[in-house]
């Protein structure tokens, strides 16, 4: 009988550590997506297109004036080092 509550008790602790450890990387996944992206300055963010090349075109810009790896507003018309064509 002390067996089994033991088992119990064992399996409650494992339980309780999994989910707290779950729990610990979905926090730390939130706090890093806001601090993933890049500042202009890092991007080498430019108002202006490079050559062909915008904001408008990349397959990170997120209309109407936001991109997925730059801080902050950006325009269509503009350019990063992390331009990626769209298809």
Do not use: I
Not at 7 to 18: G, L
Not at 59 to 66: C, I
């Amino acid at each position: 009988m002390v067996g089994k509550h033991l088992d119990r008790s064992r399996r409650s602790v494992m339980r309780v550590a999994a989910g707290g450890v779950s729990a610990a990387v979905l926090m730390r996944v939130a706090k890093s997506d806001a601090s993933d992206k890049m500042t202009p300055q890092q991007a080498q963010y430019q108002d202006m297109p490079n050559g062909l090349y915008s904001c408008a075109m990349c397959s990170l810009f997120e209309p109407p004036n936001s991109c997925k790896v730059v801080e902050g507003e950006v325009s269509k018309d503009g350019w990063c080092k992390a331009f990626a064509l769209a298809d």
